[in-house]
């Protein structure tokens, strides 16, 4: 495709991959970008400007944990000053009440929460962090006094499964003026401890309609969005809304992705921020050429009426499962391989839950984080 | 149903803005883009949390000369949609 696509609407900004949690379903690539190859204030400054200048009405920020930069007030400033819609999806560790005063000051637009579980027993085990959910519960309360709107995000697995719906009521109960409630999408190191995660059918099922069932009663209350448990659908999601439709993703070493893990996609070029402008490699970058419009596609999405709707699923699932990048994702009803979704979901449910293969860095990294 | 008496305004987070690459106006908010077309700019540049609903209509009605009951109407539909969003507080 040569004519330019329609400008990106968000973009996502992996500051960091450094982070004190260890979720077990984190999204982040199992390699990690080591602190010593991260990118400089300025760099991010020049990102953001250019972001905006492209069209990017909404800027999120995100790691790793964001707030382990320490220049992360004056990227918000930075990003609200150029115009920039700026969310900071945090993790709530390490967000001590003068940086939040700071953010607040620098305009700073919205956060979103992440929340590992209902009690502190849970939330403390699933996230690897002692304390982390009473802190969590901080940040929250910090939030809704300040008047700022506040996200609550769950991701749901196995271990909480049963919990979904009262992961809703805790939201509203924390002031929450959206709720993300999102199954586990198997990427990164959610799929290496799938095994771990996946819920059986029957309980992502009930979880799914409970949580269903909540949004009449919390109308005008908390705004509701939920992912669904993708391995027990029936179509898959519009990943990224369509590759290079909407969005963009940059690394915390300005490597520029069509979402956050097109890096296990074997031959995929991927452009750096650091060597060209965000315009350039929107419109211009192999990684994001590669699977834009429909020709790119084999057979049954080619000639399917639901292509414009789902394009096709996602292209890094169609990899994992398949190794195959162009292939009809198989969570897809008409894929050829849509039994082997069902063949895995079923193994993989039936396991014990202990055990999940921690988050870290492949290599120790050298000690020495960027000032 | 939104009282005559409510003083309607954007809540924090919610943004009215130009955008302009794409030549139109746009409300965001948390993960949500709403585009905003003209009249609905108008009425939202008059939800600051001191006019009420009544004073809205009216100064509306006098500017575009219509029928301040069409008027009512629309602005209700507009803010209670937005409202269910949590994009509008009344
Ligand atoms: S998912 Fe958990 S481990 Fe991964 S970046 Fe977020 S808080 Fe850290
Ligand atoms: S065949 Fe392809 S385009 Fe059609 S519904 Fe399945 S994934 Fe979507």
Redesign the interface.
């Given at each position: 495709m040569s004519e330019t696509p329609p400008?990106p609407?968000g973009l996502l900004a992996e500051l960091t991959h450094r982070c004190p949690l260890a979720c077990p379903y984190c999204s982040n690539p199992l390699n990690l970008d080591a602190p010593r190859d991260e990118m400089s204030t300025d760099e991010w400054k020049r990102i953001f400007s250019q972001a905006a200048?492209?069209?990017v009405?909404?800027l999120h920020l995100s790691g790793g944990e964001p707030c382990s930069r320490r220049d992360l007030a004056e990227l918000v400033a930075h990003a609200v000053e150029v115009?920039l819609?700026t969310?900071l999806i945090t993790s709530g560790i390490g967000l001590t009440r003068d940086l939040f005063d700071r953010l607040v000051a620098a305009g700073l637009?919205?956060i979103?929460l992440s929340i590992q579980g209902v009690d502190a027993p849970q939330a403390d085990w699933i996230g690897g962090y002692k304390g982390g959910y009473a802190k969590k519960r901080e940040v929250a309360a910090w939030v809704t006094a300040e008047?700022?709107?506040l996200?609550v995000n769950a991701v749901i697995h196995r271990g909480n499964v049963e919990d979904a719906p009262r992961m809703v009521d805790l939201a509203v109960e924390l002031g929450a003026?959206?709720v993300?409630i999102a199954h586990t999408q198997y990427y990164g190191w959610a799929l290496k401890n799938r095994g771990k995660l996946m819920p059986t059918r029957e309980q992502s099922d009930r979880a799914y309609a409970a949580v269903e069932a909540r949004r009449a009663h919390y109308?005008?209350t908390?705004?509701i969005?939920h992912v669904a448990p993708d391995y027990h659908a029936r179509y898959p999601k519009a990943c990224m809304s369509g590759w290079g439709r909407q969005t963009m993703n940059v690394s915390p070493s300005g490597k520029v992705l069509p979402c956050h893990s097109a890096e296990i996609i074997p031959g995929l070029v991927f452009w750096n921020a650091r060597e060209k402008s965000l315009a350039d490699i929107w419109s211009h970058s192999p990684a994001f050429e590669a699977f834009r419009g429909f020709e790119w596609m084999q057979e049954p999405c080619r000639s399917c009426e639901r292509k414009a709707v789902d394009f096709g699923g996602c292209r890094c699932q169609a990899m994992a499962l398949l190794g195959d990048a162009k292939a009809c994702d198989p969570i897809c009803v008409k894929s050829p391989h849509h039994a082997l979704v069902d063949e895995i979901a079923a193994l993989d449910s039936a396991g014990a839950v202990d055990g999940f293969a921690p988050r870290r860095y492949a290599r120790e990294p050298k000690a020495t984080e960027p000032a | 149903m939104i009282a005559d008496d409510a003083r309607p305004r954007l809540p924090r987070g919610v943004r009215l803005r130009e955008d302009k690459v794409r030549a139109r106006w746009v409300l965001l908010a948390p993960e949500r883009i709403v585009k905003v077309n003209p009249i609905a700019v108008e009425i939202l540049r008059l939800c600051d949390g001191a006019r009420n609903l009544g004073e809205i209509v009216a100064d509306l009605a006098q500017r575009f000369k219509a029928d301040p009951e069409r008027i009512a109407a629309d602005v209700r539909a507009l803010l209670a949609s937005l409202a269910e969003k949590k994009m509008v507080e009344t």
């Open positions: 400008p609407e200048e492209l069209g009405l909404h115009g819609y969310n637009d919205h979103q008047g700022l709107p996200t003026r959206r993300e109308l005008g908390v705004v969005d | -």
